[in-house]
């Protein structure tokens, strides 16, 4: 059984003139289906502007659904309470494209990982110093630096930081939306070595988001290609990348550089 389960799910955003009346819609995400498997990580490609943030946020309930379904573990989420959804936030969690602005300036790594650790269960003090130690080293970091700032970080040590407060939970799935695309290009490969090596050490099933082919197809067991609100092609990474069907997936692939094929 998929432990994500999307159908048919669709994302409009209202056109409205400057007087405020309806003059038409914005269709971000049009009947898109598709799942991802317990342990699986699933790639989600196309270019900006195609949909693929809009169907995140409404996966992550940060954005409202105009109709369809969202099932995580054979548990719907459209529709649910408040309070409900944020006790099964801790299952699903999110790692965004900028690190930096995905953090809070004015709390320290120390007070970011408690706050995170603290969701799934109240953590006593004494123990909280080992956990985000424990935590922060999990992910590559020096535990040293705690008490430190997000500034004090460079961009790759704060997408480490990013990915330690969404792991922190013990979240069953995760999002990562265009993790490595605002980072140096020297660093990436270490951030994607880190959510893969996380993946498989947790069991997690994950939803990765890029506009680059080649990433996707290093780092996903299946691919969705997403073209102006829809799926356009769906299979798995090996053969999507290798024979793609669409034309639209032809075209991506053309802009890989041949090194990377």
């Given at each position: 059984m998929a432990y994500l389960r999307v159908r048919d799910v669709h994302v409009h955003y209202p056109i409205r003139n400057?007087?405020?009346?309806?003059?038409?819609?914005?269709?971000?995400?049009?009947?898109?289906?598709?799942?991802?498997?317990?342990?699986?990580?699933?790639?989600?490609?196309?270019?900006?502007?195609?949909?693929?943030?809009?169907?995140?946020?409404?996966?992550?309930?940060?954005?409202?659904?105009?109709?369809?379904?969202?099932?995580?573990?054979?548990?719907?989420?459209?529709?649910?309470?408040?309070?409900?959804?944020?006790?099964?936030?801790?299952?699903?969690?999110?790692?965004?494209?900028?690190?930096y602005a995905s953090l809070n300036p004015r709390f320290s790594i120390y007070s970011t990982l408690v706050e995170a650790l603290s969701r799934r269960a109240p953590l006593p003090w004494r123990r909280r110093r080992d956990a985000v130690a424990q935590l922060m080293e999990k992910v590559g970091l020096s535990a040293e630096h705690m008490y430190k700032y997000p500034h004090e970080f460079s961009g790759g040590q704060r997408q480490r930081v990013a990915i330690a407060r969404a792991i922190a939970p013990e979240p069953k799935f995760l999002v990562a939306d265009e993790p490595v695309s605002a980072l140096d290009v020297s660093i990436r490969s270490q951030i994607l070595n880190l959510l893969?090596?996380?993946?498989?050490?947790?069991?997690?099933?994950?939803?990765?988001?890029?506009?680059?082919?080649?990433?996707?197809?290093?780092?996903?067991?299946?691919?969705a290609v997403m073209q102006?609100?829809?799926?356009?092609?769906?299979?798995?990474?090996?053969?999507?990348?290798?024979?793609p069907q669409h034309s639209y997936t032809q075209q991506l692939l053309r802009a890989v550089p041949k090194m990377l094929q």
């Open positions: 400057a007087w405020g009346i309806p003059q038409g819609e914005v269709r971000a995400v049009d009947g898109v289906s598709l799942e991802v498997e317990r342990g699986e990580v699933l790639g989600l490609v196309g270019e900006s502007g195609c949909g693929k943030t809009s169907l995140s946020r409404a996966i992550m309930q940060l954005q409202p659904v105009t109709s369809g379904s969202i099932e995580l573990d054979g548990e719907e989420l459209i529709g649910k309470k408040e309070r409900e959804l944020r006790r099964k936030r801790t299952d699903f969690q999110m790692v965004f494209q900028d690190p893969m090596d996380l993946t498989h050490e947790m069991g997690l099933a994950m939803l990765f988001i890029s506009h680059d082919l080649s990433v996707v197809h290093h780092v996903a067991d299946r691919i102006r609100g829809r799926i356009v092609e769906y299979g798995e990474a090996r053969e999507v990348f290798n024979h």
